[in-house]
């Protein structure tokens, strides 16, 4: 047994369930693939997908809504030929009392062979990645605070493809970090490809308490954490995971921590912003700067369909058990 | 293996003469991620060649992938001109099962419907699974199953033949 339940024994990623604890050799292997799976989606292909997973059932377990990533690891499935079935589960059988390992299991005995899974509980994937069946490979969708770990890929990619490199990069998370689980993914991502200074900005209500220990260094100013960075990350204000008033309001939040032109002038001339959707314009960010010249959120989109097919593609290659030749 | 197989040099030379008659203003040279990359490069360089050019890599067409796997280093594709009826002339280092001209062919097919494929390796060497064979070959062998060969270059001496036995 591996120590780390998301990896084979020699090595090859089984799971991809956080990005907490995977070597940078696997990430960059993921960053690498997705690279040559851009061109898949290129305007110059009649066929604008590859036979890679032919004959494959990936099912889109999605305990808790969200149309944008389900969409997209839909298409990424459907550009490597893989069928692809979509279940929603909240509105049927978990409704009926069914536990989560029953609907897995049921799952399973229709053939599939990789779910994508989306869950209010932190954990969820990890539940399900130690029950199946040794074929099937899970992929985390998005589980509680805990990781978002294609979300914290595709921003990897965005920032590599922009910026070349990680060894000299000075990065901003900005916003509801306790609530987080894409913020958990970035800071775990970039920490093991050799960031050399990830910067945490929030409001102290809105961080964890142990921040400090993720390896980032903490600011409660824009002013301070925004100068000469290279890239801000833009988090989402996470309104439906909110208990109690941890804020004032919309339009305060947006004064001192909504990213304007003027408070994006703090940071390097060149450097990029980025956002994992959906955002809450004049809220956490400014429509001019959503939508400025320094903004690669679309971006991003794109590229999170190229990192999604890697990962897909890794992770139903390491079954296999020949040489490569 | 054979002691005294002639350098890759010499068969691009072979190669470029058998080609040359065939090349038009509509062909395009599409060389297989490496070897065949190198010999599109040496062949328009001898032949002076003004024709575009593109670069497969089959990784994701190849048919031994739920048994392999995802090759570990898969370079983009990079076809810059349109595949919809063009002359294509592909190019491969070595010619064996025939499993990688398949997989060139389905790529190809992806982006549109070329007019005409043509196949030119620098070795045939026998050994076919499946049913191609090339319309201009630089050096024609029959090894051993078990027996490998392939096209390396490195810096110092240039392109060089590899020749292994599998274990």
Redesign the interface.
């Known amino acids: 047994m591996s120590a780390n339940p998301q990896l084979t024994e020699d090595g ?1 990623l089984r799971h991809l369930l956080t990005l907490e604890g995977l070597p940078a050799r696997i990430l960059t ?1 993921i960053l ?2 997705a ?6 989606s290129a305007q ?4 604008k ?4 997973l032919r004959g494959k059932a990936i099912f889109n377990i999605f305990f808790e809504n969200s149309t944008r990533t389900r969409t997209t690891f839909e298409i990424a499935a459907k550009r490597l030929s893989a069928d692809v079935v979509n279940l929603n589960i909240n509105a049927s059988s978990q409704s009926k009392g069914e536990t989560l390992l029953d609907t897995v299991a049921n799952l399973s005995a229709m053939q599939a062979d990789m779910f994508i899974v989306r869950h209010a509980a932190a954990g969820a994937s990890h539940l399900i990645a130690r029950h199946v069946a040794p074929h099937i490979s899970v992929i985390n969708a998005g589980d509680g605070r805990c990781a978002h770990p294609t979300q914290g890929l595709l921003d990897m990619y965005t920032l590599r493809h922009y910026k070349g490199a990680f060894h000299n990069l000075r990065v901003a998370i900005v916003g509801d970090v306790l609530h987080s689980r894409v913020a958990r993914s970035q800071i775990h991502a970039l920490t093991t490809l050799g960031c050399p200074e990830v910067r945490v900005v929030a409001p102290r209500t809105l961080l964890p308490r142990d921040v400090q220990n993720l390896g980032v260094h903490v600011f409660h100013k824009m002013s301070e954490g925004l100068r000469d960075v290279d890239a801000v990350l833009m988090l989402r204000l996470q309104n439906e995971r909110m208990r109690g008033s941890r804020l004032p309001s919309a339009g305060e939040y947006y004064k001192h921590w909504g990213l304007t032109p003027d408070k994006l002038k703090l940071a390097r001339p060149d450097a990029i912003v980025m956002h994992p959707g959906p955002m809450n314009r004049g809220v956490e960010i400014d429509s001019a700067v959503a939508d400025g010249m320094q903004s690669v959120i679309l971006s991003q989109v794109t590229f999170g369909i190229a990192v999604r097919m890697a990962v897909m ?2 992770l ?10 | 293996m054979p002691a005294n197989l002639p350098s890759p040099d010499s068969l691009i030379d072979a190669l470029a003469e058998q080609i040359a008659p065939h090349i038009t203003p509509e062909c395009a040279l599409v060389g297989i991620h490496t070897g065949g990359v190198w010999i599109m490069e040496a062949l328009a360089e001898r032949l002076k060649l003004d024709i575009p050019r593109a670069v497969l890599d089959i990784a994701f067409y190849r048919d031994d992938f739920s048994r392999i796997g995802l090759h570990p280093q898969t370079k983009p594709s990079h076809i810059p001109f349109e595949v919809e009826d063009r002359r294509i002339l592909l190019l491969d280092d070595v010619l064996f099962t025939g499993r990688t001209t398949r997989a060139a062919l389905n790529l190809l097919f992806d982006y549109g419907r070329p007019a005409a494929i043509r196949l030119a390796v620098l070795v045939d060497r026998g050994g076919r699974e499946l049913p191609f064979c090339a319309d201009f070959v630089g050096l024609r062998l029959e090894l051993p199953a078990d027996e490998h060969i392939s096209l390396q270059k490195n810096d110092s001496d240039g392109l060089h033949f590899v020749m292994k036995r599998k274990a």
């Open positions: 090859r292997q690498d693939t690279a040559s799976f851009i061109a898949v110059e292909r009649d066929v997908k590859v036979p890679l593609s890794l139903a290659g390491a079954g296999a058990t020949g040489a490569q030749t």
